[in-house]
């Protein structure tokens, strides 16, 4: 059973950091690409960044490029996501998600995804 769960969100004052983190399980974690999505009330989730298989290539959404940066551990099944210079329109819930995929490149559809974890809320105040 594949499990992919988020930790690490919480409530960050604007210009402050915050890192989450995914765990997961129940696939073999170096074959996978990773990506990070957040949604936020009344909007549509949007893709944030993500992570190829081996980590030699990352991509980001350009709102939030430069701040933020993806990184990933195969050994302990983790992928985290460094978040820097935070935004009140960083505001959402964050979610990870999973694509068995050994590709040089980083999608950023969320159908594209097969596996998703719950979420972690992230807020920003001003």
């Known amino acids: 059973q594949v499990q992919l769960v988020e930790s690490g969100g919480g409530s960050v004052q604007a210009g402050g950091s915050l890192r989450l983190s995914c765990a997961a399980s129940?696939?073999?974690?170096?074959?996978?690409?990773m990506g990070w999505f957040r949604q936020a009330p009344g909007k549509e989730r949007e893709f944030v960044g993500g992570?190829?298989?081996?980590?030699?290539?990352?991509g980001y959404a350009d709102s939030v490029k430069g701040r933020f940066t993806i990184s990933r551990e195969n050994a302990k099944n983790t992928v985290s996501l460094q978040m820097n210079s935070v935004k009140p329109e960083d505001t959402a819930l964050y979610y990870c998600?999973?694509?068995?995929?050994?590709?040089?490149?980083?999608?950023?559809?969320?159908?594209?995804?097969?596996?998703w974890g719950q979420g972690t809320q992230v807020t920003v105040s001003s």
């Open positions: 129940g696939l073999t974690f170096a074959r996978i690409t």
């Open positions: 992570i190829n298989w081996s980590g030699s290539i990352t």
């Open positions: 998600a999973a694509r068995i995929s050994r590709e040089y490149v980083v999608r950023d559809r969320d159908y594209e995804y097969t596996y």
